[in-house]
């Protein structure tokens, strides 16, 4: 098995198979392997639309429990609409996974990827949540921002590393049965 150097200069093993390959996923939470197909299937559908993205994470923080995902869906189509109004058309996609552990409210971990032909730098849309995001508090982890080509494997074997923290299963289901745990859309131009 190869070892893979991303940016933080980890060294990632490849330990989760996905379309006959191996790919490096985060090897201490166990993985849901929907949630990792989904965020293969999207970056997929993506790539065959745009040869490069802008991937970048953000952390949607709840003041308070909400028994839905009202919320988050609305930011995300404020989002959307923000998008055009700044880009023009863009593809774009996005990932969101609720947790809930041992605080009294969840919080959303979040993926959006963008065309990377069109977005240059991910300021603007950083800037853009911050003013979208009212039910709470948004931030940015450690190494938010990923511009990945489809040529370049090991940019996009980081990637997937990063993205598979969203697919952990610690934290998850602390929620009413009719509400997801996690959504992920399809790679659309904005319109």
Request: proline share 3%; hydrophobic share 35%.
């Amino acid at each position: 098995m190869a070892v893979i150097e991303n940016s933080s200069r980890e060294y990632l093993t490849p330990n989760f198979e996905y379309g006959g390959y191996y790919w490096p996923v985060i090897s201490r939470y166990q993985i849901r392997k929907d949630i990792m197909h989904g965020i293969f299937k999207l970056l997929g559908q993506f790539y065959e639309k745009s040869s490069k993205l802008i991937a970048i994470r953000l952390e949607l923080k709840m003041k308070q429990w909400s028994q839905d995902n009202q919320h988050v869906g609305h930011f995300f189509k404020q989002l959307k609409r923000k998008l055009f109004k700044h880009y023009g058309h863009c593809y774009h996609g996005y990932i969101w996974v609720r947790e809930q552990n041992h605080a009294t409210a969840q919080h959303y971990h979040t993926a959006l990827l963008v065309d990377g032909h069109k977005v240059r730098h991910s300021n603007t849309i950083k800037q853009l949540a911050k003013c979208i995001w009212q039910h709470g508090y948004l931030s940015l982890p450690k190494c938010p921002f990923y511009r990945v080509h489809r040529s370049q494997i090991q940019r996009f074997q980081a990637l997937i590393y990063r993205l598979s923290y969203l697919a952990k299963a610690e934290t998850k289901g602390d929620r009413p049965p009719a509400v997801k745990d996690y959504q992920i859309s399809r790679c659309i131009r904005g319109q």
